[in-house]
Nanobody
């Protein structure tokens, strides 16, 4: 079975930084996209950043210039470096992967999420 496990969340002061990691494991044949969503209480889940196989990363307008997504294809791992954090960045951040297992079809998988809280 495919599993995505996030790490790196926590409490940070405004202006601080955090680095999130997400490792995918299991019988994975190909990963087409890895990325991050976030959801704050009372708000819809939104795409934060995505890293497709062609390397053409994309970001939500609200995080451009502050967040950087990277990917280690060999390790099936994606990272999100978050700098200049703001209180409005507070949310549960969930990793996702668009992938195919051996002898399986292409589909999306999700991690459990990691809490990021930006507060004094």
């Amino acid at each position: 079975q495919v599993r995505l496990v996030e790490s790196g969340g926590g409490l940070v002061q405004p202006g601080g930084s955090l680095r999130l990691s997400c490792a995918a494991s299991g019988s994975i044949a190909s990963i087409y996209v890895m990325g991050w969503y976030r959801q704050a209480p009372g708000k819809q889940r939104e795409l934060v950043a995505a890293f497709p196989s062609d390397g053409r990363t994309s970001y939500a307008d609200s995080v451009k210039g502050r967040f950087t997504i990277s990917r280690d294809t060999a390790k099936n791992t994606v990272y999100l470096q978050m700098n200049s954090l703001k209180p409005e960045d507070t949310a549960v951040y969930c990793c996702y992967a668009d992938l195919r297992q051996f002898f399986g079809s292409r589909r999306d998988y999700w991690g459990q999420g990691t809490q990021v809280t930006v507060s004094e």
